[in-house]
């Protein structure tokens, strides 16, 4: 140690400079922001909404300047600082000088990375503390978030300075550390992202998840903390907490990579500067991976100038993949070596790479680890969750509480119906079926072993549709979709029946208990009607108007928008038909039972329009449609076979 420090502080004198102004850009781009914006809003103490609407962060301190320019600085501030003080690596003459001192490689890596991190850190903790004292001008500012927020720079800048150090020691020139730097900080990211992409477009019903999206920004130190500053201090606890979970990874990295990259240089030859063009473990991974991305990039795009499709055609797409990564093979090889009389020499290698592009990139197009016939056992499955827009209830209102887009279901014999009609679809789709039907579904897995499994299926098969009937009777769906369950007594504004042919309304008066007997009496009949009335069809007797009037957001919402009405109005229409019994009950006792009566001696004809509900849920186009027009006695006929 004692060694090292005469050379350790005469880095600092002779790179202070960049400190300073790092510290200087810094300033201006995070305290300096900050301070204005509170002074700009000081006026108005008492509207704490423009701290959401001005700045962002879980530490809330960022506003747009600062989130583009001061990210922008941090992110570029250690790669610069690594790859200058490792610069001697790549002169013949300093690298001389450098290995005669008295002392070791050993020392000599120590000293530049003790120096880097140094002139880093000291201004970012200088700019952070000054943002930090102004806070306290701000009511409500967590200073333990701003020093925690301190911190997870303090990783994400070792982070990139070890990578540089790392590429530093094993290159011959500045400009391949810059290069390999900014390709390492980013390759796990890219690659995981476009094996996920592939996934998406080949494999059946392969959807990625929430949480499959989130692991893929954490595999980079720069997206990583980019991800951070796009929270906020409203996001969900879990995914702060994940973050900062992946800063303490990251941490554990920056320690490897360092303690790594000091290996790499003990072995190190000095005649390596000013050399390009080397085949090193790190030379041959990042020309693979760049093959990787790249190939499948340009052959993507050469399939799209051929018109070759993909899906369609996966060998011809693979050799268009393969020609686009010996294409990208080659110009990485020109960059690196700085000149194009290699390609000949680099042919071979070219060919190799491009082969193993092929079969990593023709095991994802043709399912070969069977993804898309993938199935989980019911016993292994606490909730699946079905995102199914064509329920019976997709058109009922969603009171406070409830998700109208999502069901999720616990109880094991429903989990099993819902893999049922997964399996169905998959086979469906096996035998080659191309008849268009379509619908859409999405399905959730929450596994025992902690993992979320999504899978999204369109076109669905009529016997899909049959398993997914069975499920609209199941009280885990009814009690989550139907806004009887998630409302009480003192919600009901109005209630009015309306009989089947339309032509009789009546509103009925009710009080707060016999409000509270027919929201017992319709979940009772919700929970218990038949699959069969479903299945097979029923004539419905009369419509249900309930209108509900209820607070659409919580207390503190409205605290803090004193002129936002608080309450709001929504309607549920239920058909009741026969075995509503209990409801119907009810409805007679109340005085409704004109509303109950259907006389279809006074029915002329019927119209029958085709509705396309994914069109348009409350219009009914009429161009080019087939007027069916029915007599009274045609009508007659149709219910008597109904009966």
């Known amino acids: 140690m004692s060694r090292i420090l005469p050379f350790y502080r005469n880095l600092l004198r002779r790179y202070r400079g960049s400190a300073f102004f790092y510290g200087a850009l810094g300033f201006i781009s995070l305290p300096v922001q900050y301070l204005l914006a509170i002074l700009q809003n000081r006026g108005n103490p008492m509207d704490t909404d423009w701290i959401s609407w001005t700045f962002t962060g879980p530490a809330m301190i960022y506003n747009g300047f600062a989130a583009f320019f001061f990210t922008a600085l941090m992110l570029v501030a250690p790669l610069i600082m690594a790859a200058n003080l490792f610069s001697y690596l790549h002169s013949k003459r300093a690298v001389d000088v450098y290995h005669a001192l008295p002392l070791t490689r050993a020392e000599l890596y120590a000293a530049c990375c003790k120096a880097g991190i140094t002139l880093i850190w000291m201004p970012l903790i200088f700019n952070f503390l000054l943002t930090a004292l102004f806070s306290l001008m701000l009511p409500g500012a967590s200073v333990g978030m701003i020093l925690l927020e301190l911190l997870c720079w303090m990783v994400i800048t070792l982070s990139i300075f070890s990578i540089t150090a790392f590429c530093a020691v094993q290159l011959g020139t500045d400009f391949d550390t810059v290069i390999f730097s900014l390709g390492l900080n980013g390759v796990f990211a890219a690659v995981y992202l476009m094996f996920i992409m592939l996934a998406d477009g080949f494999i059946y019903g392969f959807s990625a998840s929430d949480s499959v999206m989130r692991f893929a920004y954490r595999l980079s130190p720069v997206s990583l903390m980019i991800g951070r500053i796009a929270l906020s201090s409203d996001s969900s606890a879990e995914y702060i907490a994940e973050n900062n979970v992946s800063m303490l990874a990251w941490l554990l990295i920056s320690l490897v990579v360092l303690l790594a990259g000091c290996w790499r240089y003990l072995y190190r030859r000095s005649e390596q500067a000013e050399t390009v063009g080397e085949m090193g473990p790190l030379q041959v991974f990042m ?313 279809w001696s006074t029915v002329k004809a019927a119209y029958a329009f085709p509705f396309n509900r994914g069109y348009s849920q409350n219009t009914v186009s009429q161009t080019n449609l087939d007027r069916v027009i029915q007599t009274q006695e045609d009508i007659q006929i149709f219910f008597d076979d109904r009966e």
């Open 287 to 599: 020309r693979s991976a760049a093959s990787l991305l790249g190939g499948t990039g340009l052959g993507v795009i050469l399939c799209a100038v051929f018109d070759v499709q993909p899906q369609e055609n996966h060998f011809l797409s693979l050799f268009c993949i393969a020609v686009g990564s010996v294409i990208i093979y080659f110009i990485g090889d020109v960059i690196l070596t700085r000149s194009v009389r290699s390609i000949p020499k680099a042919l071979p290698v070219a060919v190799l790479t491009a082969a193993g592009v092929c079969v990593a990139v023709g095991a994802v197009m043709f399912d070969l680890f069977g993804i898309g016939r993938w199935v989980p056992a019911q016993e292994k499955v606490d909730e699946a969750k079905l995102y199914y827009y064509e329920s019976r209830f997709s058109e009922q209102p969603s009171l406070p509480g409830q998700d109208p887009s999502v069901i999720a279901f616990e109880d094991p014999e429903a989990v099993a119906l819902v893999i049922a009609a997964q399996q169905t679809q998959i086979d469906w789709h096996d035998k080659g079926e191309t008849t268009y039907y379509g619908g859409s579904l999405r399905i959730s897995y929450d596994m025992q072993d902690g993992r979320t499994v999504t899978r999204r299926y369109s076109n669905l098969a009529p016997a899909t549709l049959e398993q997914l009937l069975k499920l609209e009777v199941d009280d885990e769906l009814v009690t989550q979709q139907h806004p009887a369950f998630a409302a009480d007594a003192e919600m009901i504004d109005g209630v009015s029946i309306t009989n089947l042919l339309g032509n009789r309304e009546e509103i009925l008066s009710l009080s707060r208990e016999q409000k509270e007997s027919l929201l017992s009496a319709l979940r009772e009949d919700l929970l218990d009607q038949p699959l069969e009335e479903l299945s097979d069809g029923t004539l419905g007797i009369c419509t249900l108007s309930i209108n509900y009037w209820f607070q659409w957001e919580s207390d503190e919402y409205f605290e803090r928008h004193p002129d936002l009405d608080p309450y709001t109005y929504a309607t549920s229409r239920t058909l009741l038909t026969e075995s509503y019994d209990r409801t119907l009950a009810l409805l007679r006792e109340f005085g409704a039972e004109s509303s109950l009566e259907n006389d």
